[in-house]
């Protein structure tokens, strides 16, 4: 119990994003002490699932740590729980496995799935289409029901937006929520993939996928080889020309690649959050080298982009530099960012050749 | 308003009139000459001088950005003025035909049984060629439950008029929410076009809204006279040999029609039916033979203006119309209200 207390590694380090070393120091530690306290390993592969908790900040998990690990020492010592994970909502304690999650976010879903925590999912909400395993129903993540939502008596809930009461709701009735809002860096989307592992046993396979999510996608930019250094894009999330800049989560993905994207001057300040509604004769002037469109879902495709008045001269248009991006995959964070990767990394190779 | 002022005068004077047709010329080369694209406005007057037939001049214009001038920023303009144009008759004609200085496509549940119809367009086909007649349909539906409910329960009274029009728009409001949320795909569509926008327009747009906006214009155009009439009381109209009944539907959907078709192109833009009208109102009289003519002008020039503000205050981002029309409409409104207040 007061372990955590007196560590000086968990005292004078300070909250940074990448506490991984913390981390490694506490994985040693756990296995030590599961060693002295247990006899029997534990059957569950993620047994040292508990001490993940203090990815918190150091200066407010002290009281929360210490609190989490006093039952783990002492009572479900044979898969780890409980485990207290950080989320936009704050410190979550899951008392014990959930074998019955619900997803209302189709990223989460993705990353539920991906890191093996399928099997314990009973229930992910009408957009979760990916897996198609995924078991979907009708329930809404904009409008969810509350009742609904407790019909399928959950022990764990994961949303990505909370209208009104949903978090509060959920929390009366004894079911722990965790939401976790679109990602502004990949850096998030490691850590929401680690989190979801560690609250669901599975924080090993998380952290496998997530090394596997960035070693593709480094592999994936250096066969680029370059070929995106300085290339103009545009890309559009519909047809108003709503479009995302450098600065948000799929424009760091084409920064990556060295992308120039000509939305940037549209919000210098961010007051558009990174996603301006660009003016049309500015997007034709602009004429970036590659079109991508990450709303083939609402109807667009290369030939509507070229039927537009005015576009048909656009080089991306007349070269045929126009992307149809699965709207999903350029629409979630979760680990098929990699095909965003690949998708961008195509449209590349094409306008390099042609 | 719904007292004729014999003082007034009963026709558009050449004072007004030029005023009319001055801001809209004005403002419309304000448009050609304004954008994100980063034209100089010098090349933007020669490459216009150069589409003249039999003159020629070096404009020194790239293909790209000939195509921004002709085929984005110049039909954007044509149709900014045409729907604004319509919207402000559209509203007068409301006005008018309901005696009721408030009638307005959005607060007589025009707007919202319009959008109610654009969204099943949107939710069942998404097809964009369904949106003009779905917004007619439910922008129609809308207005006869209004007028009817109005007149079953309050007589004559115009508050009864709009409150009918209020209940008509949250129950219109209502269905739109529960289609919505059952569709939630096409959500962004169609909060996209409730904003109002006159993005990705095209000479196709504008062609297709002209023959709405000819025959709804020349219909709202012809009844000014009897909207003058219609003004002193039903049934004094009826005494002048006035049809009342059938005036009243023809002129309703007139101006149902144009505003479907112009909210099927533009979107939900608010407040040009009810601000413009009434500053005419308050400035050149009261008299629909003047209202109506100038509507047709001030509401061109008006939409126009809103739309150079939507694409250039925030460029190369762009604002939409509909937030641009009620921000700037609605002070400017109320400060030609309070200037006439006095003296009137």
Redesign the interface.
């Known amino acids: 119990m007061s372990r955590m207390k007196t560590d000086p590694v968990a005292q004078g380090k300070p909250h940074t994003s990448s506490s991984s070393k913390t981390e490694d120091v506490f994985m040693k530690r756990t296995a030590l002490i599961a060693l002295l306290v247990m006899v029997v390993a534990a059957c569950s592969p993620s047994d040292t699932a508990a001490t993940t908790t203090t990815a918190n900040p150091a200066t407010t998990t002290t009281a929360q740590a210490t609190t989490t690990v006093v039952p783990a020492t002492t009572t479900t010592i044979d898969d780890g729980f409980p485990v207290t994970v950080e989320a936009d909502n704050g410190s979550v304690t899951i008392e014990a496995l959930p074998r019955a999650i619900i997803s209302l976010s189709s990223t989460a879903t993705e990353m539920l799935f991906e890191i093996g925590a399928g099997p314990q999912v009973v229930a992910v909400d009408d957009q979760s289409n990916y897996p198609t395993d995924a078991p979907m129903t009708d329930l809404s993540g904009f409008t969810p029901n509350l009742e609904a939502i407790l019909s399928f008596e959950p022990d764990l809930v994961v949303i990505t937006f909370d209208p009104g009461e949903l978090i509060a709701g959920l929390e009366t009735a004894g079911v722990p929520v965790l939401s976790y809002t679109a990602a502004f860096t990949i850096d998030d989307v490691y850590r929401q993939t680690k989190a979801l592992g560690t609250a669901t046993g599975n924080v090993e396979s998380a952290m496998e996928v997530n090394e596997t999510i960035q070693t593709d996608l480094e592999e994936i930019v250096d066969f680029s080889g370059g070929s995106g250094e300085g290339v103009t894009y545009y890309h559009e999330i519909d047809a108003l020309l709503y479009t995302a800049t450098s600065s948000t989560f799929f424009g760091q993905i084409y920064g990556l690649f060295g992308m120039v994207n000509i939305a940037d001057p549209a919000d210098e300040d961010g007051s558009a959050f990174g996603y301006p509604q660009l003016s049309e004769e500015y997007v034709v002037a602009s004429d970036p080298s590659i079109i991508f469109l990450a709303n083939v879902l609402y109807g667009e495709s290369s030939e509507t982009i070229a039927a537009r008045p005015g576009w048909g001269v656009m080089t991306a248009v007349t070269k045929g530099d126009i992307a149809e991006l699965d709207s999903d995959v350029a629409s979630r964070w979760g680990p098929r960012i990699v095909e965003f990767a690949q998708a961008i990394a195509g449209a590349l190779g094409q306008y390099r050749q042609g | 308003m719904a007292t004729p002022t014999v003082a007034r005068p009963s026709r558009p004077g050449w004072v007004s009139l030029t005023a009319g047709v001055v801001s809209v010329v004005v403002v419309g080369v304000a448009g050609l000459l304004l954008?994100?694209?980063?034209?100089a406005s010098s090349q933007v007057v020669r490459a216009l001088l150069d589409a003249l037939p039999f003159i020629e001049v070096d404009h020194g214009l790239t293909?790209?950005?000939l195509?921004?001038l002709?085929?984005?920023?110049a039909?954007?303009v044509v149709l900014g003025g045409m729907v604004g144009a319509i919207l402000a008759v559209g509203g007068a004609s409301y006005q008018g035909v309901f005696r009721n200085p408030l009638a307005d496509p959005y607060l007589l549940g025009v707007a919202a049984g319009a959008g109610l119809g654009a969204t099943v367009a949107f939710a069942v086909s998404?097809n964009a060629d369904l949106l003009a007649p779905f917004a007619f349909v439910g922008g129609m539906a809308a207005v006869a439950v209004t007028y009817s409910l109005g007149r079953s329960v309050g007589g004559r009274t115009t508050t009864s008029l709009i409150l009918a029009g209020v209940a008509v728009a949250a129950f219109a409001t209502a269905i739109q929410t529960f289609v919505l949320?059952r569709n939630?795909?096409t959500?962004?569509?169609v909060y996209?076009w409730i904003l109002g926008?006159l993005?990705?327009?095209?000479?196709?747009d504008v062609l297709g809204l002209l023959p709405y906006a000819l025959v709804a214009s020349g219909v709202m155009l012809a009844s000014r006279r009897i909207l003058d009439v219609l003004s002193i009381g039903d049934e004094e109209a009826a005494a002048l040999g006035v049809n009342v009944v059938r005036f009243r539907w023809v002129v309703v959907i007139a101006a149902t029609l144009a505003t479907a078709a112009a909210v099927s192109v533009s979107g939900l833009i608010g407040f040009v039916g009810i601000i413009v009208p009434h500053t005419i109102r308050l400035l050149f009289g009261v008299s629909y033979r003047v209202i109506v003519p100038l509507s047709l002008f001030f509401g061109a020039a008006f939409l126009m203006a809103a739309d150079i503000v939507a694409?250039t205050v925030?460029?190369?981002?762009?604002?939409?119309i509909g937030v641009v029309t009620a921000f700037f409409g609605a002070p400017f409104f109320v400060m030609v209200l309070r200037s006439m207040r006095g003296p009137g």
């Open positions: 954008g994100a694209a980063g034209i293909e790209i950005q195509n921004v002709f085929q984005i920023r039909p954007r998404g949320q939630s795909e959500l962004r569509q996209s926008q993005v990705t327009v095209g000479w196709s694409r925030v460029a190369p981002a762009e604002l939409p």
